[in-house]
C-alpha cells in the first residue's frame, strides 16, 4: 500500500508569515491528492482536490501544488483562524490513505 | 447537504456494532460514500469506502471484520464492525465522494461523527 508521509508534524509561524506543508507519497499518485483542515474539536474541512484546485469557499491564501509523489501546500499569509491540522489525503484508489497530519499554531 | 451518525456506543472486545449515516440533501445513489475514523488525540484514519455500485474498499486493520454497505432506498450508509478491539475506539465520520465520467473527488461533506469506545 501506498504510504503519506506529512512534514513537519508541528509548525509554529507568525500572523502574516508564508507557511508550507509538505506531503510525500510512497508512489506516485498523478494529482490524486486532497488537503483537509480540521480545527479543535470540528469536522474536517477540504481545502484542496487535484492537487491544486481551491475548494469553493476557500480563502485563495490557500494553494497546492505537486504531482506524482510530491505535493506542498501553502499559506500565503497566515491568519489567526488558520489555527488548525492539515492533512493531505491520497483518492486515486483504496486504501484513501492519509498523512499523519501537521498541527499549525500561532507563535 | 447532511450525513447524521448513529449508532455509536460502548462495547466490549470482540463484541459487535453497527454505524448508520442517514443521507438527505443530495442524490444518494450518485456518490459514493466512505467512513473515517480518528481515535482520541489522533489523527484520521481511512476506514472503507463504497461506490454507487456497491463496490467496497477496506483498510488492512479493518478488512475481514467490518462491512460496508448502503440502501439507496433509504438514502442510508452502515458499517457493520464484529470482533471489535480496543483500538478500535475512535470517532467514526461517515463522508460523500463524487465519481463522474471526468473522474472522482474526494470527501467534500461530512458528518459530525459518532463515538464507538472498545473497553472491558
Known amino acids: 500500500d501506498i504510504q503519506m508521509t506529512q512534514s513537519p508534524s508541528s509548525l509554529s509561524a507568525s500572523v502574516g508569515d508564508r507557511v508550507t506543508i509538505t506531503c510525500r507519497a510512497s508512489?506516485?499518485?498523478?494529482?490524486?491528492l486532497a488537503w483537509y483542515q480540521q480545527k479543535p474539536g470540528k469536522v474536517p474541512k477540504l481545502l484542496i482536490y487535484?492537487?491544486?484546485t481551491l475548494q469553493s469557499g476557500v480563502p485563495s491564501r490557500f494553494s497546492g501544488s505537486g504531482s506524482g509523489t510530491d505535493f506542498t501546500l501553502t499559506i500565503s499569509s497566515l491568519q489567526p483562524e488558520d489555527v488548525a491540522t492539515y492533512y493531505c489525503q491520497k483518492y486515486n484508489s483504496a486504501p484513501h490513505t492519509f498523512g499523519q497530519g501537521t498541527k499549525l499554531e500561532i507563535k | 447537504v447532511q450525513l447524521l451518525e448513529s449508532g455509536g456506543g460502548l462495547v466490549q472486545p470482540l463484541e459487535s456494532l453497527r454505524l448508520s449515516c442517514a443521507a438527505s440533501g443530495f442524490t444518494f445513489s450518485s456518490y459514493a460514500m466512505h467512513w473515517v475514523r480518528q481515535a482520541p488525540g489522533k489523527g484520521l484514519d481511512w476506514v472503507s469506502g463504497?461506490?454507487?455500485?456497491?463496490?467496497?474498499g477496506y483498510a488492512d486493520s479493518v478488512k475481514g471484520r467490518f462491512t460496508i454497505s448502503r440502501d439507496n432506498s433509504k438514502n442510508t450508509l452502515y458499517l457493520q464492525m464484529n470482533s471489535l478491539r480496543v483500538e478500535d475506539t475512535a470517532v467514526y465520520y461517515c463522508?460523500?465522494?463524487?465519481?463522474?465520467?471526468?473522474?472522482?473527488?474526494?470527501?467534500?461533506?461530512w458528518g459530525q461523527g459518532a463515538l464507538v469506545t472498545v473497553s472491558s
Open positions: 508512489q506516485g499518485i498523478s494529482n490524486y
Open positions: 463504497i461506490g454507487g455500485d456497491g463496490g467496497a
Open positions: 463522508a460523500r465522494r463524487y465519481c463522474s465520467g471526468d473522474g472522482c473527488y474526494p470527501l467534500d461533506y
Open positions: 487535484a492537487a491544486s
